[in-house]
């Protein structure tokens, strides 16, 4: 099927191979969604973030292997996504090794524990569908932030637990190759950057990749802190670093280069910021401020924020919901109807089930037939398959990876569901 030409333009991004970012430091893109990074000593490697499964861990394994054949003396994780920490026991080769993270380590899809009370059912669908698990590579052309075809084979089945946490910044020794471990709150508040002084290399895990940043992933996360984010770009800008290599994405070579992604993006997030707060100020919904935001053009023209990964409608609405909770301050809100009363009063005021499924039927405003088959399947009428083929139109046009992944994923469950 079709896909957004910016989109496909973007899986540039997401080229498999291995970077030299300096005597004895690599990284391997596109063997996966996340990078790993590698850093050769006087007698051992070390393996920065062992990205989301076990397959995928083996080939970059592989690749580095090429390079040199020393052993790997330690493994160090930027942060606890599951896409950083799932292919550790490929890299640990059967041995006991030091893991470092930094002291706020803890993943929400890994070794979760049975006993907390959260929806996690919900979780684990909504990431399916972001991600397009289970979509055809032709449907999934990417992640946003990684590529749509990669290997699968024991998906976070690989992580090991830290063996040291990491409480402040501090200088480590990496087997004669002097790092900075830098505390950098941004898409998690566990982040830790990596600063290799002598070479001038940073490595800042996900607080930059090559998009629009996933300030709200749709598959559920707790708040993340903007202006924490924000502060963390500033600091990582002000390091001087001449080659940047992501968590995501391909390095960036140039202390000019690196320094105007890192400052734009800090930028593109205090415009969020900033529009979402002067909107709820001005007592606007958010419906419209979302409706009305855009980047200014000096931010829109950077290739580096293209909404293939994080969006900015998404991101106002996490804004809000994170600094002043649910409640938007329209008393109307405070109430609420079901799904069905509310359907009843639509579709009463259409003028009967009929007439509403008409319009569903009708209306060339896509998102307009979206909320209409809800109302109808709320109702008990048969509008899945015009909301999956409703979806599946907007994911043709969509931009943004994630969004293209769930259009396409719920479209699919609705079909298969139908069919069973």
């Given amino acids: 099927m079709k896909a957004h030409p910016d989109l496909l333009e973007n899986n540039s991004q997401f080229e498999k191979h291995v970077v030299p970012l300096a005597p004895g430091l690599w990284t391997a893109t596109g063997y996966a969604a996340s990078n790993i990074h590698m850093v050769e000593g006087a007698a051992s490697v070390t393996i920065i973030d062992t990205t989301e499964s076990t397959k995928a861990a083996e080939n970059i394994l592989a690749e580095f292997r090429k390079l040199t054949d020393k052993p790997i003396g330690r493994i160090i994780y930027t942060h606890s996504h599951r896409d950083h920490i799932s292919g550790a026991t490929v890299f640990a080769e059967g041995r006991d090794i030091p893991i470092l993270a930094s002291a706020g380590f803890q993943s929400d899809l890994v070794n979760v524990d049975a006993t907390r009370i959260a929806p996690n059912a919900a979780l684990g669908r909504r990431t399916q569908a972001q991600f397009g698990i289970g979509l055809s590579p032709e449907d999934r052309v990417s992640l946003g932030c990684g590529?749509?075809?990669?290997?699968?084979?024991?998906?976070?089945?690989?992580?090991?637990?830290?063996?040291?946490?990491?409480?402040?910044?501090?200088?480590?020794?990496?087997?004669?190759?002097?790092?900075?471990?830098?505390?950098?709150?941004?898409?998690?508040?566990?982040?830790?950057?990596?600063?290799?002084?002598?070479?001038?290399?940073?490595?800042?895990?996900?607080?930059?990749?090559?998009?629009?940043?996933n300030l709200y992933a749709i598959r559920?996360?707790?708040?993340?802190?903007?202006?924490?984010?924000?502060?963390?770009?500033?600091?990582?800008?002000?390091?001087?670093?001449?080659?940047?290599?992501?968590?995501?994405?391909?390095?960036?070579?140039?202390?000019?280069?690196?320094?105007?992604?890192?400052?734009?993006?800090?930028?593109?997030?205090?415009?969020?910021?900033?529009?979402?707060?002067?909107?709820?100020?001005?007592?606007?919904?958010?419906?419209?401020?979302?409706?009305?935001?855009t980047l200014p053009p000096e931010l829109a023209s950077k290739p580096w924020l293209g909404e293939f990964y994080g969006k900015l409608g998404w991101s106002a609405r996490a804004?809000?919901?994170?600094?002043?909770?649910?409640?938007?301050?329209?008393?109307?809100?405070?109430?609420?109807?079901?799904?069905?009363?509310?359907?009843?009063?639509?579709?009463?005021?259409?003028?009967?089930?009929?007439?509403?499924?008409?319009?569903?039927?009708?209306?060339?405003?896509?998102?307009?037939r979206l909320e209409l088959c809800d109302h109808l399947i709320a109702l008990g009428h048969p509008a899945e398959a015009l909301k999956a083929d409703t979806m599946t139109a907007l994911a043709e046009t969509e931009i943004n990876a994630t969004a293209r992944n769930t259009y396409l994923w719920e479209a699919k469950r609705l079909r298969e569901a139908q069919d069973a």
Avoid: C
């Avoid at 990491?166 to 990496?174: H, T």
């Avoid at 559920?220 to 992501?246: H, I, K, Q, S």
């Fill in 147 to 213: 590529p749509g075809d990669r290997p699968m084979q024991g998906l976070g089945a690989g992580s090991l637990e830290p063996t040291e946490r990491v409480e402040a910044n501090r200088a480590i020794d990496l087997d004669g190759i002097t790092a900075e471990l830098i505390m950098a709150p941004g898409e998690t508040d566990d982040h830790m950057a990596l600063w290799f002084p002598e070479a001038r290399v940073l490595i800042p895990g996900d607080n930059w990749y090559h998009a629009f940043p």
């Fill in 220 to 293: 559920g996360t707790p708040y993340r802190d903007f202006a924490a984010w924000a502060n963390t770009l500033t600091m990582l800008a002000d390091l001087g670093a001449e080659v940047m290599a992501p968590g995501h994405t391909q390095p960036v070579f140039g202390a000019d280069a690196v320094r105007e992604v890192l400052t734009t993006t800090r930028d593109a997030i205090l415009h969020v910021m900033r529009e979402t707060a002067l909107g709820m100020d001005a007592g606007r919904s958010l419906d419209d401020i979302v409706d009305a935001l």
């Fill in 319 to 368: 804004f809000a919901a994170g600094t002043l909770g649910w409640y938007d301050g329209n008393p109307t809100h405070l109430g609420t109807l079901s799904s069905r009363t509310r359907a009843e009063e639509m579709a009463r005021l259409a003028g009967g089930i009929d007439a509403l499924a008409k319009a569903a039927e009708t209306t060339d405003n896509l998102q307009w």
